[in-house]
């Protein structure tokens, strides 16, 4: 019914930079939050950044000054733009998405399938 297409994720030298995008698609009214978090193999899933339909950001600690998330609301798209990236950033970064569909007047929360960001020192 609704689905959360993550790219942009991949190998890269420490200091460089990547681009996450992830794009809803299916029976959505509309979509309040969206964001991304990460997941290391063990450990709970964490903020990474989150923004509101309209444009408040929130940001990990880790982050600050070197993500930027951003939004599309015309094409239902969330984008973390990471730079100056560490060996400490490498992880699962999974997009989320709080949204009310089509079909009913409730809010419901999805998950994208993870992108793989590693980045080697």
């Known amino acids: 019914q609704v689905q959360l297409v993550e790219s942009g994720g991949g190998l890269v030298q420490a200091g460089g930079s990547l681009r996450l995008s992830c794009a809803a698609s299916g029976s959505i009214f509309s979509i309040n939050a969206m964001g991304w978090y990460c997941q290391a193999p063990g450990k709970q899933r964490e903020l990474v950044a989150t923004?509101?339909?309209?444009?408040?950001?929130k940001y990990a600690e880790s982050v600050k000054g070197r993500f930027t998330i951003s939004r599309d609301n015309a094409n239902n798209t969330v984008y973390l733009q990471m730079n100056s990236l560490k060996a400490e950033d490498t992880d699962v970064y999974y997009c989320?998405?709080?949204?009310?569909?089509?079909?009913?007047?409730?809010?419901?929360?999805?998950w994208g399938q993870g992108t793989q960001v590693t980045v080697s020192s």
């Open positions: 923004i509101t339909s309209g444009g408040s950001t």
């Open positions: 989320n998405a709080r949204m009310v569909l089509t079909t009913g007047i409730y809010m419901y929360e999805y």
